[in-house]
């Protein structure tokens, strides 16, 4: 029994070994400047776990505020933003040295954080408060509160950097703010309970998951006339019905059809953006609640929540292919930038699953995907971002 337990426990750690040394040889040759991170938010643990992709090793564990929830990586800054809800601020790190820099008061109970593409602002719903904190990242500092809706969710700025688009759960509306003004140019009512949202690349329409009427709303979103012509108004374009407590919206990077992860139906719907169309509806797994689809458009995984399970759906099949093992209560994930590598994070197990896909190498090998490591992180962790850089000669590893 010893000497089978002495195996057991042996043969993850040689696994682990082989395993850091082929990343390291796998990465670019991008020297020892280089840093490849995942930041990972514990709700329950009042911290921020950092784990270096080069090694899957968890390589910090940065003291945040009280509660913290969203997360969200500047590119053009080698800077993460933390919110934290419990203590109604937000904790900036420096990606280079992995520790809090600043903290910047916001307002009552915000959940997210979104950042502008420039990377000189970011965006705060403060659900507590009914209002948008707005923030100047050069200066660290809030520039502006714009009143909105009740009980406001979730913030997510434009990617033409023009509009704010707000969803208020209290009143079941959406707020659209013109971020130049930093005031509120339309309130549009749409479904029960809104909350995620998902923008379109080239700005032109916004997209709203409605929990509590197992819809999503379409909102065309004011243009610049002078630009396009086009779009003069912000208005509703059509409420559609997808699955019961749709809880998430997942963009391919085309732009071209979004998935809707429906909680309480155990499904995914697909919607065809230029038309708002529901193209499709499949059976993806129990409680699904978070998707993430690869940089070619052709392969999406969904968390499913309630069975532990990741699901990997072929987007050009139309089909579910695997269904993947995971920790327990698996919610956010994120790809590498190699999208080699899958990072679900385990909210009650309290750890990170990394996932290998890989080519089968022998003809019995009929998966493409492998389980490569666990790895601790701290308790209840709810967010993930993924932050490529160049370090300076001065920061440490």
């Known amino acids: 029994m010893r000497k089978l337990l002495f195996i057991a426990v042996l043969i993850p750690i040689l696994a682990g070994a082989g395993w850091w040394y082929f990343r390291e040889q796998a990465l670019p040759d991008y020297g020892p400047a280089y840093r490849e991170y995942a930041y990972v938010s514990n709700g329950k643990s009042n911290t921020v776990s950092v784990i270096d992709l ?3 090793a968890l390589a910090k564990t940065i003291p945040v505020g009280s509660e913290p929830t969203g997360l969200a990586a500047n590119s053009k800054k080698n800077e993460i933003y933390v919110v934290n809800s419990g203590s109604n601020n937000v904790s900036v790190i420096d990606a280079e040295s992995n520790t809090v820099v600043a903290t910047i008061g916001v307002h009552g109970r915000p959940y997210f954080i979104d950042v502008a593409e420039d990377g000189k ?9 009914s209002n948008v904190s707005v923030i100047d990242l050069e200066k660290r500092l809030v520039i502006g509160n714009v009143r909105v809706g009740a009980a406001p969710g979730l913030a997510r700025i434009s990617p ?3 509009t704010i688009v707000v969803s208020n759960r209290g009143d079941n509306t959406v707020s659209l703010i013109d971020a130049k003004a930093l005031r509120v140019r339309a309130t549009l009512p749409i479904c029960q309970q809104p909350e995620e949202i998902a923008v379109l690349p080239d700005s032109s329409k916004a997209f709203v998951a409605c929990s509590g009427s197992s819809q999503v709303a379409s909102i065309a979103l004011k243009s610049d006339a002078a630009k396009s012509g086009n779009q003069k108004d912000d208005r509703v374009l059509a409420l559609l019905d997808v699955g019961r407590t749709p809880v998430s919206l997942t963009l391919k990077p085309d732009g071209g059809e979004l998935i809707v992860c429906n909680f309480d139906s155990d499904s995914i719907s697909i919607i065809e953006t230029g038309n708002d169309e529901v193209g499709s509806s499949q059976e993806i ?4 609640s978070r998707g993430v689809v690869t940089l070619d458009n052709s392969r999406l995984y969904v968390t499913n929540f309630g069975s532990n399970s990741v699901a990997v759906y072929d987007i050009d099949m139309g089909r579910r292919i695997w269904t993947l093992t995971v920790g327990s209560r698996p919610d956010g994930l994120a790809l590498t930038p190699d999208q080699n590598y899958l990072l679900v994070l385990d909210t009650q197990s309290g750890d990170v699953t990394v996932i290998q896909k890989r080519k089968p190498k022998r003809t019995l090998e009929t998966s493409e995907y492998s389980l490569l490591t666990l790895i601790p992180v701290g308790v209840q962790p709810n967010a993930i971002v993924v932050k490529t850089f160049m370090a300076t000669p001065r920061s440490k590893k």
Do not use: E
């Not at 602002?121 to 408060?129: D, I, L, Q, T």
């Not at 797994?285 to 699904?288: A, M």
């Open 121 to 129: 602002r970011a965006y705060v719903a403060n659900s507590g408060s």
């Open 160 to 162: 033409d950097g023009s």
């Open 285 to 288: 797994g129990q409680h699904p």
């Open 54 to 56: 080069r090694t899957f």
